[in-house]
């Protein structure tokens, strides 16, 4: 499931992903938050949190992130990837570097820093 985070200063974007992430969480809430953050033709500042409890995408999910990234591939200008889940910051460390636009991995203790960190100017 992806939930908005509250609360995000303006011009920030926060989402929370837990348990399993379905084609249905990027249709309803991913995809339609992200096309009002761009109406604007504005760049996405995302804080991006995957919680402890989340358990990765189901195969619809997996399809759905790979046509949402693809068509707004140029559109993020931060993204503070926050989560304790070991392997998915080893893999925004080593891979972090094809997104265009910056990003930052942040441990759950320290969302309110990384939403500090997407909300400041690049």
């Not at 998915?88 to 991995?105: D, Q, S, T, Y």
Request: aromatic residues 10%; negative net charge.
């Amino acid at each position: 499931m992806i939930e908005p985070i509250e609360g995000m200063p303006p011009g920030v974007i926060g989402l929370r992903a837990t348990g399993k992430v379905t084609a249905e969480d990027y249709k309803s809430v991913l995809a339609p938050t992200l096309e009002r953050a761009l109406a604007d033709g504005g760049k996405v500042r995302l804080v991006y949190e995957l919680g402890a409890d989340y358990e990765g995408f189901e195969a619809g999910g997996v399809w759905q992130d790979l046509r949402l990234g693809a068509s707004h591939f140029n559109s993020f200008e931060r993204m503070a990837l926050v989560t304790d889940v070991d392997w998915i910051r080893h893999a925004a460390n080593a891979f972090g570097f094809l997104m265009p636009g910056e990003l930052k991995v942040f441990a759950l203790s320290e969302r309110e820093a990384a939403t500090s960190w997407a909300a400041e100017a690049a």
